[in-house]
């Protein structure tokens, strides 16, 4: 009976712990619903960020919050049914089914990315966080998951990735601690992961030359409140270039306006900035030597000037010039030329130690500015120097020049209290070493600026003269010593200034020549003396042949052929009727260029002569292809006869020369009965000279005429 009673007893035991065991179950469940009910509640009003989804153990899914609209465009129904499509690739798919299977399995994993298609076709990515749920008896439930939009995170990430603004978040502490760097800051070939664990810091990779003005400015802005600022300094970048950044900073205060954090976004400006540098460069330094051009050597004077004011020195300019070097670039070329003003630079530069500053100003003209100076024989010493290493020949494509220099120097204080005008005054000097010979130097003196003022004045007044008709031709017959008669006339140009009456051309056309107004003036005068020719013509006046000196520079105009046609077609004068002259010198500065010129001009008809004979070292060579009509002895050979016995050997060997080359001979500058018989004698009967008549205008000349006739 106690042991039915027993049993009894324990069954009834056993069954209640059941009832309370389903009872709990069930309170657990209905607890559980009105939980999901509130969390379903909740999550369901979270908007455009967000959605919670669930997917059961077959990995369906069989929950969508409604906020899934706001992020990816679907109804719910729609997401749960074809979500599977709207993944952007079956490894999105995969990468999914790998976390689903880990879930089951009880492996704890971080979130992780996927991309979908939003309804309207375009990509979003997500962040998924999931947790799995396993019943009581550790059976896999489901898995639940909350979806972040991470799409414009993703896109701004991306810029920054794709761009060359690197985002940097520093700590307002010494050397700058890096709380946040951009992955990008690998174009400089470095490691985030270096910033933020303190590996390297900021202020490590600035250049030293930078970083004590960087922090100086720094420290400036934070103290006076000053949020946000601009700098452009130098890095190094994890090779040990030089990178040149575009710094924008903005501070972060605490509430007592200390600073705790700097925001800055830097920017590569290297490519810019080393563009603009070699723009600076290029802007003060000439293109074909890389020495300092003008702009950098007038700074560098008025550095010296500051410099000697308040240490009290002197310092000298020394302003060098080639001669003769345009005779080099017409021959040669330019290129020729270019190769010698390269060649010269290294010579003077590997030459000078006591130096400040070799420059060029353009052309065959460099500029020394030298160092503090003590006496004039420190110049002289630099003088020897650049005539020592000028005495070597240039040879260039197998051609030998050599080449000499002028060279003009004025020293500061006693030249000079500016850069210009130390500058000017080495020029004026330089000229006249010019005027002195050549290959020689000068020292500055005050009559130097008085004639180079003068030169101006008298360029001005040329160019007033041509204007205003200033300008006069005088002839000066040229007559058969045997006959007596008439064979020609040269045409000399003489101007007549209102204030300084008549001015000889000795003054006026070497200056014409050097500034190019003898083209003016030359064409001035065939003009003039063609048309008086016609006229003596046409009153029947047989006056030979007009002779008309022309420059070298008016046979190498572009337009001088087509000028001198319609000059002879305009005026009606016949070609035989005329003769141009060009002296020995300028023919042989281009003999090349020269036989080509002149033959175009004989083919035409016109008599050719060579003016100055025997001054101007010409080839024998040269002078037998020349397409010329006459030699014109120069007076130089003349005016000594019959004193001199080496200029009558000369003579005679230049009259012998243009009978052996079948050219006519014409003698100038003959004054004395002997001078004229001595010529006759040995075969040189054209004469020209006081002799017989001075240069004279038009109407003496008319007047001599009709006395003879």
């Known amino acids: 009976m106690i042991d039915i009673i027993n049993i009894y007893f324990i069954s009834s035991v056993l069954a209640l712990s059941i009832v309370i065991l389903i009872y709990r179950d069930y309170l657990y469940q209905k607890k559980l619903i009105i939980s999901e009910n509130k969390y379903r509640t909740l999550i369901e009003n979270v908007k455009h960020t967000y959605f919670f989804y669930r997917y059961n153990k077959d990995g369906n899914f069989t929950y969508v919050s409604n906020s899934v609209y706001d992020i990816l465009g679907y109804e719910t129904n729609e997401f749960l049914c074809h979500y599977n ?32 298609y939003h309804k309207d076709g375009s990509k979003h990515w997500l962040e998924l966080t999931e947790t799995a749920e396993f019943s009581k008896d550790g059976t896999f439930i489901s898995i639940d998951g909350i979806a972040k939009d991470i799409t414009e995170n993703i896109r701004v990430n991306n810029l920054i990735a794709n761009s060359k603004t690197i985002l940097f978040y520093w700590e307002a502490k010494e050397n700058w601690p890096v709380s946040y760097v951009s992955n990008n800051i690998s174009i400089f070939g470095y490691n ?81 900035k080393e563009a603009e540098m070699q723009l600076i460069y290029q802007a003060k330094h000439d293109e074909l030597t890389n020495l300092p051009n003008k702009t950098l050597l007038l700074d560098r004077i008025q550095n010296s000037i500051t410099k000697s004011k308040n240490s009290n020195f002197k310092f000298g300019i020394i302003f060098i010039d080639f001669d003769r070097f345009k005779e080099v670039n017409d021959s040669m070329g330019h290129k020729f030329g270019d190769k010698i003003i390269i060649e010269a630079s290294e010579r003077f530069k590997n030459c000078m130690t006591n130096i400040n500053t070799l420059s060029r100003l353009g052309g065959d003209e460099f500029v ?25 020949s240039f040879i260039i494509n197998e051609q030998q020049v050599y080449i000499t220099l002028s060279i003009g120097v004025s020293i500061y204080p006693k030249d000079g209290d500016t850069a210009g005008t130390l500058l000017k005054n080495s020029d004026a000097a330089m000229f006249q070493a010019k005027d002195d010979g050549r290959n020689t130097y000068r020292f500055y003196t005050e009559e130097m600026t008085s004639k180079a003022l003068d030169h101006i004045v008298m360029e001005t007044n040329i160019r007033k003269g041509l204007k205003e008709d200033e300008f006069i031709l005088h002839y000066q017959p040229q007559v058969d010593a045997i006959t007596g008669k008439l064979v020609g006339v040269e045409a000399l140009i003489r101007w007549q200034h209102p204030i300084m009456g008549l001015i000889s051309p000795y003054k006026f056309i070497p200056l014409a020549e050097r500034t190019g107004l003898i083209i003016p003036l030359d064409r001035w005068v065939m003009k003039t003396a063609m048309k008086q020719m016609v006229k003596w013509y046409e009153m029947g006046f047989n006056a030979g042949v007009l002779s008309i000196n022309l420059s070298i520079q008016q046979l190498e105009e572009d337009d001088f052929l087509v000028m001198f046609d319609e000059l002879i077609k305009s005026v009606g004068i016949k070609p035989e009727w005329v003769e141009l002259e060009i002296t020995e010198g300028q023919l042989m500065k281009n003999p090349k260029k020269s036989i080509e010129i002149l033959t175009k001009i004989s083919e035409r008809g016109i008599e050719l002569a060579i003016d100055d004979f025997g001054t101007g070292y010409s080839s024998l060579a040269y002078l037998k292809n020349f397409p010329i009509n006459k030699l014109k002895i120069d007076r130089s050979f003349i005016k000594d006869i019959p004193n001199d016995k080496d200029d009558m050997e000369i003579t005679k060997s230049i009259i012998s020369l243009s009978k052996n080359l079948n050219l006519s001979v014409i003698a100038e500058g003959v004054e004395t009965l002997a001078q004229k018989d001595f010529l006759v004698k040995n075969g040189c009967k054209y004469i020209q000279g006081y002799i017989y008549a001075k240069p004279m205008d038009s109407e003496d000349i008319e007047n001599l005429w009709l006395k003879h006739q």
Request: proline residues 2%.
């Open 192 to 272: 985030p992961q270096d910033f933020l664990s303190g590996k390297i810091h900021f202020s490590s990779i600035i250049h030293p030359d930078d970083i004590k003005d960087i922090t100086k400015e720094v420290e400036c802005f934070t103290e006076e409140c000053i949020d946000t600022f601009v700098q452009v300094y130098r890095i190094f970048d994890n090779d040990g270039n030089i990178r040149w950044i575009d710094d924008r900073t903005t501070i972060e205060r605490n509430l007592k306006g200390e600073a705790t954090f700097y925001l800055g976004t830097i920017l590569d400006i290297t490519e810019q």
């Open 368 to 392: 020394i500015l030298t160092d503090r100076i003590e006496e004039s024989s420190t110049i002289l010493n630099i003088i020897q120097t650049l005539k020592k290493v000028m005495k070597k």
């Open 85 to 116: 499509r709207y993944l952007t690739n079956n490894q999105i798919n995969k990468l999914m089914n790998k976390y689903f299977y880990n879930a089951k399995q009880g492996i704890p994993q971080s979130s992780y990315n996927i991309e979908i």
